[in-house]
């Protein structure tokens, strides 16, 4: 089992950038696929990024790639999403989750460990 907390959200204009991070307890954080999911009041969760175990894989969402950059430190247990060129769309709840071994990188019901999420907000 593994215990998830965002942090790094925050109010930023658009253009700028925010670095969110997520510590994970235990010792066995790298036994753990990661993602980056957010979600705004009234729809879904949506999927923004995901790394394999070892941090050697990346996947973006089409909408951030290219602007967001998802990375782990195992020796930290921690995981980042550094956010650049920022959007009003990215406004969201942004949670992070883990699991050992998700079938779909992309969906979040294939996540057994969630965090309490973290907000941020670009003003335009």
């Known amino acids: 089992q593994v215990q998830l907390t965002e942090s790094g959200g925050g109010l930023v204009q658009a253009g700028g950038s925010l670095r969110l991070s997520c510590a994970a307890s235990g010792r066995t954080f790298r036994t753990y696929f990661m993602g980056w999911f957010r979600q705004v009041p009234g729809k879904v969760r949506e999927f923004v990024a995901a790394?394999?175990?070892?941090?050697?894989?990346?996947y973006y969402a089409p909408s951030v790639k290219g602007r967001f950059t998802i990375s782990r430190d195992n020796g930290k247990n921690t995981m980042y999403l550094q956010m650049a060129s920022l959007k009003s769309e990215d406004t969201a709840v942004y949670y992070c989750a883990a699991d050992p071994n998700p079938k779909g990188v992309a969906y979040s019901y294939e996540y057994d460990y969630w965090g309490q999420g973290t907000q941020v907000t670009v003003s335009s």
């Open positions: 790394i394999s175990w070892s941090g050697g894989s990346t």
